[in-house]
């Protein structure tokens, strides 16, 4: 699966334009390469919170 092929789910998609829009890319980006290397084929919220979580415990 390649980022381009992940769905993103409409919450999901509202969350991500909450980001301020300067890092708006680059988050999106980030969002889709470690859910395409955890194997998922969908973005969502959970995901989304999950990622946030791990970040900031690093």
């Known amino acids: 699966m390649s980022q381009s ?3 993103w ?3 999901a998609l509202k ?3 909450k980001v301020p829009f300067f890092v708006r890319k680059a ?3 980030k969002i889709e390469k ?3 290397e ?3 084929k969908r ?3 959970e ?3 999950q990622i946030r979580r791990e970040r900031a415990a690093s």
Do not use: F
Request: cysteine-free; aromatic content about 0%; proline content about 0%.
């Open 43 to 45: 973005v969502t919220v």
């Open 27 to 29: 988050a999106r980006k």
């Open 34 to 36: 470690t859910a395409v």
């Open 15 to 17: 969350l991500l334009e």
């Open 47 to 49: 995901l989304m919170e």
């Open 5 to 7: 092929e992940l769905i």
């Open 9 to 11: 789910d409409d919450e």
């Open 38 to 40: 955890a194997g998922e």
